[in-house]
C-alpha cells in the first residue's frame, strides 16, 4: 500500500502563508503523479492541485489558482504545497495522493480512487 504523510498545517490568520508537506513512505514518488486535496467540514472533499510525473503539466482549482503552489522533489520523495493569501475558506484538512492517472484533471477529479492509501491529513485553520 502506498502510503503519504502530511504536514505543516496549523492555525494562520487571514491573509497568511503556510507550506504544507508530504512524505511517501515505503515506495518512490518517481512515475507517479502527485496532489493535494482537503476537505471542509460537511463538504466533499475536493482535489486543489494535481502535478505530473515529469512536473510539466499541473492542474488548480479555480478557488486557489494564483494562490497556491505545488511542487515536488523526488530525491527526497517529497511533495509540497506553498500556500500564500489564505483565506478563511481554506479551512479544511488537506491531504495528499499519488496516482498513476493519465492526466493531472483526472487525478483531481478524482475520476478513480488514487493508488495511494489516504493519509489522516493536516489541519489548516485560517482564522482571526
Known amino acids: 500500500q502506498l502510503q503519504l504523510v502530511e504536514s505543516g498545517g496549523g492555525l494562520v490568520q487571514p491573509g497568511g502563508s503556510l507550506r504544507l508537506s508530504c512524505l511517501a513512505s515505503g515506495f518512490s514518488l518517481d512515475g507517479y503523479a502527485v496532489g493535494w486535496f482537503r476537505q471542509a467540514p460537511g463538504k466533499e472533499r475536493e482535489g486543489i492541485s494535481c502535478l505530473s510525473s515529469s512536473a510539466g503539466s499541473t492542474y488548480y482549482a479555480d478557488s486557489v489558482k494564483g494562490r497556491f503552489t505545488i511542487s515536488r522533489d523526488n530525491a527526497k520523495n517529497m511533495v509540497y504545497l506553498q500556500m500564500n493569501s489564505l483565506k478563511p475558506e481554506d479551512t479544511a484538512v488537506y491531504y495528499c495522493?499519488?496516482?498513476?492517472?493519465?492526466?493531472?484533471?483526472?487525478?483531481?477529479?478524482?475520476?478513480?480512487?488514487?493508488?495511494?492509501?489516504w493519509g489522516q491529513g493536516t489541519q489548516v485553520t485560517v482564522s482571526s
Open positions: 495522493a499519488a496516482d498513476s492517472a493519465a492526466t493531472v484533471q483526472a487525478m483531481c477529479a478524482e475520476l478513480g480512487p488514487p493508488r495511494s492509501s
